[in-house]
């Protein structure tokens, strides 16, 4: 089986551009959940989605948006892009909004000049 | 305060030896405690869940919950140089979906 896929891998954006990263989850599992990891620091919850709907929103500007489709894949949109948006974004898939714990994609590297 | 704490190290280790790995939590309904591995430049694998307090084996791994000290540890035992790596620590509060990373301990065995 296929494990949380995450596309592109690595990304290079200019200050003030637009990005859009993308996700498919685990067959079966319906949560996707998006965390930011700025280098030496732990991952950062920005959102969770379940069932399309938003379920959780982290401590992020409304510059960072998501949504989540019928077949349950996500997209993490950032507008305006600052030098400190540089980071790892990770997907991570569950199967419901119970406590397991979650798989994650292997990451986008994105990196803002 | 942050919610969930960590000692960055980086912790060395022989070979073989015992490696432990500590983490504090501030929610005190936290129910859901994690640890995951990151090696360098990848992305993080869970690799232990713990729910209840006392604690749990899974072959050379074992997770230690005690819920009244809000504290959590890693145990690996027999360790080796292939256990070089980042280990984070992650706690589910008791209201809310996300989860609580810490900033991780960076682990060395020496051959």
């Known amino acids: 089986d296929a494990g949380v896929t995450q596309s592109p891998t690595h990304l290079i954006k200019t200050r003030g551009q637009q990005v859009t990263l993308r996700c498919s989850p685990i067959s079966g599992h319906k949560s996707v959940s998006w965390y930011q990891q700025v280098l030496g620091q732990g991952p950062q919850f920005i959102f969770q989605?379940?069932?399309?709907?938003?379920?959780g929103r982290g401590n992020f500007p409304d510059r960072f948006s998501a949504r989540q489709f019928p077949n349950y894949s996500s997209e993490l949109n950032v507008n305006a892009l600052l030098l400190g948006d540089s980071a790892l974004y990770l997907c991570?898939?569950?199967?419901?909004?119970?406590?397991?714990?979650?798989?994650f994609g292997s990451g986008t590297r994105l990196t803002v000049v | 305060q942050k919610e969930v704490e960590q000692n960055s190290g980086p912790l060395s280790v022989p070979e073989g030896a015992i490696a432990s790995l500590n983490c504090t939590y501030s929610d005190r309904g936290s129910q859901s405690f994690f640890w995951y591995r990151q090696y360098s430049g990848k992305s993080p694998e869970l690799i232990m869940s713990?729910?209840?307090?006392g604690d749990k084996e899974d072959g050379r791994f074992t997770a230690q919950l005690n819920k009244a000290s809000q504290y959590v540890s890693l145990l690996i035992r027999d360790s080796q140089p292939s256990d070089s790596a980042t280990y984070l620590c992650?706690?589910?509060?008791?209201?809310?979906?996300?989860?609580?990373f810490g900033t991780g301990t960076s682990l060395t065995v020496i051959p």
């Open positions: 713990i729910y209840s307090n």
């Open positions: 992650a706690v589910r509060p008791n209201t809310g979906n996300q989860f609580y």
């Open positions: 989605y379940y069932e399309k709907e938003e379920r």
């Open positions: 991570a898939s569950s199967p419901t909004l119970s406590n397991y714990g979650y798989t």
